[in-house]
């Protein structure tokens, strides 16, 4: 009965690699994962590069059949307009994105972005048939005050708001403490987390949505500690930050399935 989720590893180069390196690592990547070409099919990998890197990334992909998703670290509330500096869906839409972050930690803390934002951007990505990947997190205050879970799924309540049943979404579970900390939370703590906010989108969506929908476990992951996440049930995939800088680290972390025991 139960839907299989096809594990997802997304990159977040977050404000790191130009046009230039963001090409080499993608084709670096692409040579690393094709010795392991049946382990890497079973894997869906989506990289995030700056804004600027798009454009050539996604030449790269086409040109190269390399089978890798490619998504935006964010996006406007706005369709076009004077908006000076901000990105449209559409514009994202035109260059073959398929996904794009939404309401990462760094964007709610450095750009003052709430809920309401988060929300209004679930519902332009939707809008121009974009998968949100949505980020909620709690910082380490959140955790002494309210526990874990609290937050993350309260901030998940508002950002689905403008999302159906058959809304394609993706949710990254990203406690703030543990993002490029190198203390990852322990699968069990995510597992619990990622756990709850599957409750909240069968609440919110339905049943079907789910089943189908991925929820990824983020913050200091690493080809160390990614399988023993991978192992919990309602852990689909990994959004990584430092991790996925590196050709040989990523690579390692997208073929967790050949780590031992999983
Ligand atoms: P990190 O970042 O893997 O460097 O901790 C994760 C993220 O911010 O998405």
Redesign the pocket.
């Known amino acids: 009965m139960g839907v299989t989720r096809t594990p997802l590893i997304a990159g977040?180069w977050?404000m790191n690699l130009d046009h230039l390196q963001a090409v080499a690592l993608v084709q670096k990547l692409h040579w690393s994962l094709k010795d392991a070409a049946h382990e890497a099919d079973s894997v869906d990998v989506t990289v995030f590069p700056p804004f600027t890197d798009l454009r050539s990334v996604q030449t790269l992909l086409d040109a190269d059949k390399i089978p890798f998703g490619l998504g935006a670290q964010d996006l406007s509330t706005h369709d076009s307009g004077a908006y000076t500096g901000e990105i449209s869906g559409e514009f994202l839409a035109k260059l073959n994105c398929g996904s794009v972050i939404i309401g990462?930690?760094?964007r709610r803390e450095y750009h003052a972005e709430d809920d309401a934002v988060v929300a209004a951007k679930v519902a332009q990505a939707l809008k121009h048939a974009l998968v949100p990947v949505i980020?909620v997190g709690e910082t380490s205050e959140d955790l002494e005050k309210f526990g874990a879970s609290a937050v993350p799924v309260a901030q998940l309540e508002k950002a689905l708001e403008s999302a159906s049943a058959t809304s394609e979404i993706v949710v990254?579970y990203?406690p703030v403490w543990?993002?490029?900390?190198g203390q990852a939370a322990t699968p069990e703590q995510a597992q619990e987390v990622c756990q709850k906010l599957r409750d909240v989108i069968r609440e919110k969506l339905g049943e079907d949505a789910a089943e189908r929908t991925r929820v990824l476990y983020?913050?200091?992951?690493k080809s160390g500690n990614i399988a023993a996440f991978m192992r919990e049930p309602d852990i689909d995939g990994a959004?990584?930050?430092?991790?996925s800088l590196k050709v040989d680290e990523f690579s390692a972390i997208i073929r967790y399935q050949k780590h031992v025991g999983v």
């Open positions: 977040n977050k990462h930690s760094e980020c990254a990203e543990a993002i490029g900390s983020g913050g200091s992951v959004l990584v930050g430092g991790g």
